[in-house]
């Protein structure tokens, strides 16, 4: 019997094999803007892009994404998934997803810290979500959780975006060579 960690799964992974079936996005975004991006700002309350920090530079074939903040937002475009690298709104990069999965149950709550509230955020925020509850129609939605974790190996960094119910895993190399 053989029981998997999430640990042992990752590592097992063939980085090479996937790095090199990972094809780059074959067009070019009109005026480099995400087509969808509207729909999720009326949707939201707040934008619901995580921002991503990178002090390195990630190489994907001949991509270089050079240190800064970026927004990934996780986008199927002819039926394959692609993270998109956003700054100042306007997309700079689109990096294929090498694998999608589903996000584990409880996952979120168990690795997103807790906000810590004085008595009168508390009351606050209780007073509004009752006020909010009888007029959903005024609400916007919350948006979808998410988090991203970057894991190093010996000759590539992994990208894991968790975005509501999926994780996306994309593939750069650590050297441009």
């Not at 939201?44 to 240190?67: G, Q």
């Not at 129609?137 to 509501?164: F, H, Q, W």
């Amino acid at each position: 019997m053989f029981i998997f960690t999430p640990f042992a799964y990752s590592s097992e992974l063939d980085f090479d094999t996937l790095y090199e079936n990972a094809q780059p996005f074959g067009s070019k975004l009109y005026n480099d803007v995400d087509p969808f991006e509207d729909e999720d700002m009326i949707k939201y309350a707040w934008s619901p892009y995580p921002l991503f920090r990178t002090s390195a530079f990630l190489y994907f074939k001949d991509s270089v994404i050079e240190p800064g903040y970026y927004s990934l937002t996780p986008r199927n475009f002819k039926k394959n998934d692609y993270i998109l690298f956003k700054q100042n709104g306007k997309v700079q990069f689109v990096i294929p997803v090498v694998k999608k999965e589903n996000t584990p149950m409880n996952f979120y709550d168990a690795n997103t810290p807790k906000v810590k509230q004085t008595k009168w955020q508390k009351f606050t925020s209780t007073v509004r979500k009752k006020f909010y509850d009888t007029a959903k129609d005024s609400m916007r939605s919350t948006p979808p959780s998410s988090l991203v974790n970057i894991e190093v190996e010996t000759k590539y960094i992994v990208l894991i975006l968790y975005y509501g119910e999926s994780k996306y895993t994309a593939i750069f190399k650590r050297t441009p060579y």
